[in-house]
């Protein structure tokens, strides 16, 4: 596609419930990125890819969250056993040309 | 580490007004910035970017900012603000090892365009 797809566009999960988020980048961007926007705050950083390599995971809050890119392509963001805190909508973005391309974002709404 | 600071959380203008949103940031070295402006629901568009040369940089939709080495601020104006501009703005620094892809956003202004 012509941009950055994301899916589902809204999640909600009980909590303790394992959920999966789904990003498809600009086709051949080379790198891929997650940040996590909580309500009335700017995006922080989760991690990034450059093509099937995890290259940063600082940003990752705990190890229940988890990222892979397997094919250097679609990547999936997972969040095992999710809490309130979890909450906040994931953005992805695959860059190109120095900048960075964003998806929509996927709304997690853990209850 | 790299910090972003916009000083304002709310700012509000007259249609036709001039626009200047602030951003402070805090880089060890020379900083890649970047203005992204994000809707209600959307995820975030870029307006302009900094790496290095021209210290005035001209983005979309109008809009340019000024990158000041000395005050390390980037701050971002339009001469006329038109009522579709109202949104969340963030400014943000990349870091140079990862193409600028790495970056720290301050927690966003939200624009609000009074008719």
């Known amino acids: 596609g012509a941009g950055v797809s994301q899916s589902p566009r809204y999640k909600v999960a009980k909590r303790g419930q394992d959920v999966a988020l789904r990003c498809d980048p600009i086709s051949g961007h080379v790198s891929l990125f997650w940040y996590q926007q909580a309500l009335g705050q700017g995006p922080e950083f989760l991690t990034y890819f450059q093509n099937e390599a995890q290259l940063d995971k600082s940003g990752l809050p705990s190890d229940r969250f988890f990222a892979e890119r397997p094919e250097g392509s679609v990547s999936t963001l997972k969040i095992q056993r999710t809490q309130q805190e979890d909450s906040a909508v994931y953005l992805c973005a695959s860059s190109g040309g120095g900048r960075l391309f964003f998806g929509s974002g996927t709304q997690l709404s853990v209850l | 580490a790299q910090s972003v600071t916009q000083p304002d959380i709310h700012i509000t203008v007259s249609e036709g007004a001039s626009l200047e949103l602030r951003c402070n940031y805090s880089y060890g070295a020379t900083p890649y910035l970047f203005w992204y402006v994000q809707s209600p629901g959307q995820g975030l568009q870029l307006l302009l970017k900094y790496f290095s040369g021209d210290t005035l940089v001209q983005g979309i939709k109008g809009f340019e900012a000024e990158f000041k080495r000395s005050q390390s601020s980037f701050n971002l104006r339009k001469p006329s603000v038109h009522w579709s501009d109202a949104a969340e703005y963030f400014c943000?620094?990349?870091?140079?090892?990862?193409?600028?892809?790495?970056?720290?956003f301050g927690d966003g202004t939200t624009l609000t365009v009074k008719p």
């Open positions: 943000a620094v990349g870091e140079v090892n990862t193409n600028a892809g790495k970056s720290t």
